[in-house]
């Protein structure tokens, strides 16, 4: 059966800013829906209040509507537009509830607006603990003891019925939010009330924890006519308790016997296919008891979800585009496989590969925040690697963290022994997956890590695989192993600096060349959804160690964009919008896009976004040899953040053009010393500074500059451990901190300007024209990250000639760095004088929130000017915004009861919304800069 006809417009309900447990997989989910209904000739109006997503692009959408999500946006956008149908399910919990909350007022109604992909009831009998538990009993589903509260007193008298030890899960929840463990009535109290507070319905389920249960996830598919296709089964290696976006996750599943998959299947079609209304994907979790394969049910997401976006990136399946046509009428049957062409979307991948996802956290970025891992989630971001063996994904991932791992190990930095390392495994933490290889290197038996982990024992001997050559390869050096060791240790995922590390007498350049010389190189598999049965035609690949290449280089002209890697504090969602648009400005200019990532969450990730997507990490050993390869016209960093800008040096020592600006002069930007002496040649004013590389010198450069002083490392981003401090003491605690997380790492010491405004440009050079995107001004006085701080585009309180001296230096700087392309530049202004404070020779956190705000496709216009196929005199930008536009920052400090929430110089906000106000009178700006002027009348 066809789509329905009478379905001319579609409106899609954005998730909001990026918090912890709503992140970019929703711009990745709403972006795919959005192509895939304009492709059926649907007008697409979308609403979302994150300036940094692709999703909120004009090219996305007929209609781009960047308000806060509330009722009475929906019920603007309902009277402007004529809308048929509502698409809720790509924006997460938050799209749910508000559509929920706008059909309780009977404003759908009232504007004959219809929901799609799902109904009220099915959002309730899903989303509501109660309905959801009943309903499972109805459906003789097994689900733990339980019952639910909407008091204190209900959940405590339930709690003492139940038993110790139990779970609080409140309902309408994100991310795990106010869920959590109790262990005895000593820690019921807080539970409960935290948990009711976080439910927008004050009700939450008490149920009886299963502790050391194994978790699956099934991503299923169904459509009008029942037809239901599981598209990834995803094991979590970590047991139940731990928050599946906190768990290392695997696909296929690993220890899964076939009768409790086909029980677990079937028991997940029959919640399909009883949830009412609903058409599109849907995410359900069970727990298996591993002693007798009981299984219970957890809960089912009626909605695309963050496993979503992993399952779609691990099967090659577009989960979401097909979720979108379902939604509007089209039944599986109907649509095209879209990675064969020649087959139904009504099928189920298999692969001939291994999955593993790994979260990455940023609790150094939370002081004093508890780092034990539970139901609540805590991570910002998350990797995929893929691999044909789980050691090899494994150690694939670990290296795609960017958190100094060369692969399963830190090598010496980091390593834990005896009690102090049986204690740590007690406990689950961010690094449990390093410290259950340390003790296995300790000798500590498998058996013995089950205990405490409750781990299957088939991950733990395949990482004690990885433990058992190592040791073997220890025992030589690089010219005593043999050729057949080293070929197995990358079948195993060990780096060449690993290797280097292992044999103790080489670098890791000389590990590639033997292996080289043995023919030990990487060769790239296609990601095809069906183990080959069928020819697939999209060009995404990844790397392993096998005789046939799959990846078949062509003979046009390329270039490479390196990607950011995973979310975290400081570079988030901003670069993976930076770098679709620079994918498709090289198409633009006739190259070859080919797009190096390893974020399963990012539209740059998706299977069609590219000419070619190699899902690697943004390691310079993976990166080298698509390289070696595909031999580009050169490499794209600017658009990356940090992770990209840190392959720059590499790339220079060996003979790789960097599109853009060269890398000396990024390294005079990003070198803390260097930059200030450039500032000083040209007479630009700048804090007083000096640099140093251990106490004794930053203890003298503080008495030269003067306190207080900000303590700042060269090569960071997000301001990570920079400090402000006002005495010696403080001063030698900072700077030894710095030493011992950033070994060998340039400091510098200036003088900090306190009670002064701050302010930023954007802009971009192409060696004769300099054109400044746009001038925000900090409504948050010095010392608070700029990444923290609300701004305003344009400027509001700056004189003229503080804006004319800003854009004078921006230019000067520009020039003095034959900048091409992207850079954003940091000022102080104090008593009437502009200072210089930090320049970055890349797309910034602020470049997209720039361009949608002005409405001018920046980061298009400035890929075809590092090019160099354009000049900014070919483009005619016209700025269109009326009044201003404000950066909000988002925290996510809910996640961490008791942190300081203090801000300062190193950026701690996960997300950002904006918000236009027509003038300076608008009551929330008014709020703001009253806040502002409190703040410094202390």
Not at 279 to 294: H, I, M, R
Not at 648 to 667: C, P, Q, V, W
Not at 862 to 882: Q, V
């Amino acid at each position: 059966m066809p789509k329905d006809t009478s379905i001319k417009s579609v409106l899609i309900i954005g998730s909001g800013p990026i918090v912890i447990g709503q992140a970019c997989e929703f711009d990745y989910s709403g972006s795919q829906a959005a192509r895939s209904l304009r492709e059926e000739g649907i007008k697409v109006i979308l609403i979302n209040s994150n300036p940094a997503t692709i999703m909120t692009d004009p090219m996305m959408a007929d209609k781009v509507y960047l308000l806060p999500l509330t009722v009475e946006s929906i019920e603007q956008i309902l009277e402007e537009n004529q809308i048929d149908a509502v698409l809720p399910t790509m924006g997460g919990q938050t799209a749910l509830n508000l559509c929920k909350e706008v059909d309780e007022l009977g404003i759908w109604e009232k504007f004959n607006v219809r929901l799609i992909g799902v109904d009220i009831k099915a959002i309730d009998k899903a989303e509501d603990r109660e309905q959801f538990r009943q309903w499972m009993i109805q459906l003789g589903i097994p689900v733990a003891p339980a019952r639910t509260a909407n008091s204190f007193l209900e959940g405590k008298e339930f709690a003492q019925e139940i038993g110790f030890p139990l779970v609080i899960r409140p309902s309408f929840t994100l991310g795990g939010t106010g869920g959590g463990f109790v262990h005895s009535k000593d820690d019921l109290d807080e539970a409960l009330d935290r948990g009711l507070k976080a439910s927008p319905i004050h009700e939450v389920l008490v149920e009886k924890a299963v502790l050391g249960w194994k978790e699956y996830e099934l991503e299923l598919l169904r459509d009008k006519n029942d037809n239901v296709v599981i598209i990834c089964t995803v094991e979590n290696l970590d047991p139940m308790g731990i928050h599946t976006g906190d768990s290392i996750t695997v696909a296929p599943a690993m220890t899964l016997s076939d009768t409790a998959f086909q029980d677990m299947r079937n028991k997940a079609m029959m919640m399909m296919r009883d949830l009412g209304n609903f058409a599109g994907g849907c995410n359900v979790q069970f727990s298996l008891n591993p002693e007798n394969e009981e299984l219970i049910a957890i809960e089912i997401n009626p909605r695309v979800s963050r496993s979503s976006a992993l399952a779609s990136k691990a099967t090659g399946y577009p989960i979401a585009k097909i979720a979108a046509k379902l939604a509007i009428g089209y039944t599986l049957d109907e649509l095209e496989n879209q990675i064969t062409r020649t087959t139904s979307a009504f099928f189920e991948p298999a692969l001939d590969y291994v999955i593993v996802k790994m979260p990455r956290w940023n609790f150094d970025k939370f002081k004093g925040a508890d780092d034990t891992l539970g139901l609540q989630m805590k991570s910002v971001g998350e990797v995929m690697a893929i691999g044909r063996t789980f050691p090899e994904a494994l150690q694939k991932a670990c290296q795609s963290l960017e958190n100094d791992a060369l692969g399963l190990g830190y090598y010496g930095k980091s390593m834990m022994k005896g009690e102090q390392l049986l204690e740590k495994l007690k406990r689950p933490t961010w690094d449990r997956i390093f410290r259950i290889k340390d003790a296995l290197m300790e000798g500590v038996s498998v058996k013995h890590i089950h205990q405490q982990t409750y781990i299957d024992r088939w991950f733990l001997h395949q990482i004690q695989d990885i433990v058992t050559l190592e040791k073997q390869l220890a025992e030589h050096d690089l010219e005593s192993v043999p050729v057949d060791m080293l070929r197995d240790a990358k079948k195993m995922g060990f780096s060449d600096k690993q290797l280097a590390i292992l044999f103790g007498n080489c670098e890791e350049e000389e590990v590639y060349a033997k292996r080289k010389s043995a023919n030990i190189v990487r060769t790239y598999k296609m990601v095809d959804t069906c183990s080959a049965e069928f020819e697939a035609k999209t060009p995404y690949f990844y790397s392993t160690f096998d005789t046939e290449n799959e990846s078949k280089v062509t003979d046009k002209k390329k270039i490479i964009v390196l990607g950011s890697g995973p979310n975290r504090i400081g570079q988030g969602i901003e670069f993976d919008y930076c770098c679709t648009h620079g994918l498709q400005a090289i198409q633009d200019c006739g190259y070859e896009a080919i797009m190096v990532n390893c974020n399963p969450e990012t539209v740059s990730t998706d299977f069609d976004m590219a000419d070619k997507l190699y899902f690697e990490p943004v390691f310079w050993e993976h990166l080298w040899e698509i390289i070696e390869l595909e031999k580009p016209e050169g490499v794209i960093v600017q658009l990356g953040g940090q992770t990209a800008l840190k392959l720059a040096k590499r790339l220079e020592e060996n003979g790789i053009k960097i599109i853009g600006t060269s890398f000396d002069n990024m390294d005079i930007a990003e070198d803390r010393g260097r930059f200030s002496d450039m500032l000083k040649d040209l007479n630009i004013p700048y804090p007083k500074y000096g640099t140093a590389y251990n106490t004794d010198d930053a203890i003298e450069v503080a008495k030269e500059v003067g306190y207080p002083v900000l303590v700042r490392p060269s090569y960071v981003l997000g301001g990570q451990r920079m400090r402000i401090v006002i005495n010696e003491e403080e001063l030698e605690e900072s700077v030894l901190s710095l030493l011992r997380h950033l070994p060998g790492n340039k400091i510098l010491i200036d003088h900090f300007l306190d009670r002064c405004q701050e302010a930023e440009i954007d802009g971009i050079f192409d060696g004769e024209t300099f054109h400044v995107m746009g001038v925000m001004e900090h409504i948050e006085p010095a010392g608070i990250h700029s990444g923290d701080s609300h701004a305003l585009l344009p400027a509001f309180n700056l004189t003229p000639i503080e804006v004319t001296t800003m854009e004078f230096y921006a230019e000067k700087i520009a020039r003095a760095l034959n900048i091409r392309g992207l850079i954003n530049i940091q000022f102080a202004i104090k008593d009437g004088n502009v200072f210089v404070i930090e320049a970055n020779p890349r797309a910034s956190r602020t470049t997209p929130f720039i361009a949608k705000a002005y409405q001018v496709p920046y980061l298009n216009i400035a890929t075809k000017i590092m090019i160099g196929a354009n000049k900014l005199t070919d483009f005619k930008i016209e700025k269109k915004l009326t009044g201003f536009a404000i950066k909000e920052p988002v925290f996510s400090f809910n996640k961490f009861p008791g942190v300081n929430k203090e801000l300062g110089p190193e950026m701690k906000s996960t997300g950002e919304a904006i918000r236009f106000i027509k003038d300076l009178r608008d009551p929330y700006f008014r709020n703001l800069y009253k806040e502002k002027s409190m703040y410094l009348s202390k």
